[in-house]
């Protein structure tokens, strides 16, 4: 999606050798103009399959999920929840999650009530990098008994492994931008 992919280039910063650092549009600021287009982006990749929810993890795809959700007609959002929280109670499904950005384990939850089984369900998030966030969603859908029509993900990092072993598995990974390197702070893009 070149708006986005004009994002990282302009405001776009790599640390390291492993970490984009966009939030001044996705991650700590949000730009509520490309989100929305995002969504849209999604939607269109999505064409045609019915989607009655979708599914990301807090904090930072709530934003995203919530302007594919607009464009898919309103359908609801359900982010899973990272720690014990009291308002979510104990009748959830759970996941074991490793964060990238943090270094640590998270167990994340959603509530059983709001994953009917049945329900087709599209996973957003705004980075993919080893995976292992879309990987835990994907087994929260199992558990449910509904179908992962496929996830979509702002930024994919083409360097880590994540999004070629998901589609390896046959998930449907749709990425609007492809990060292929970091290098001297400076992010380059797949197709520049
Ligand atoms: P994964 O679970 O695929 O290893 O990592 C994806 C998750 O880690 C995303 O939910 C995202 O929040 C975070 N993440 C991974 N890599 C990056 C990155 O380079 N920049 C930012 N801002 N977040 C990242």
């Known amino acids: 999606m070149e708006e986005l992919k004009e994002a990282i280039r302009t405001r776009g910063i790599g640390i390291g050798m492993d ?9 700590h600021r949000i ?5 929305t287009k995002m969504g849209q982006a999604f939607r269109e990749a999505f064409k045609g399959e019915d989607i009655d929810c979708i599914l990301t993890v807090e904090a930072s795809g709530i934003a995203v999920a919530i302007t594919t959700a607009q464009a898919f007609g309103n359908v609801p959002v359900i982010f899973a929840k990272k720690g014990d ?12 999650v490793f964060s990238f950005t943090h270094g640590t384990m998270n167990t994340v939850r959603v509530s059983r009530k709001y994953l009917p089984a049945g329900s087709r369900v599209l996973i957003i998030d705004d980075f ?10 994907r087994s929260i859908v199992e558990q449910a008994g509904c179908t992962l029509v496929g996830a979509g993900v702002c930024v994919e990092k083409g360097f880590q492994p994540g999004g070629e072993k998901l589609r390896k598995e046959g998930v449907k990974v749709v990425s609007l931008a492809i990060v292929d390197a970091i290098e001297d702070g400076h992010v380059i893009l797949r197709d520049d």
């Open 128 to 137: 993919l990098a080893n995976g292992e966030a879309i990987e835990g969603l």
């Open 85 to 96: 929280h009291k308002n979510v109670g104990s009748d959830v499904y759970t996941a074991d």
């Open 19 to 27: 970490v984009v650092k966009v939030d001044s549009f996705l991650n």
């Open 31 to 35: 730009d509520v103009d490309l989100s």
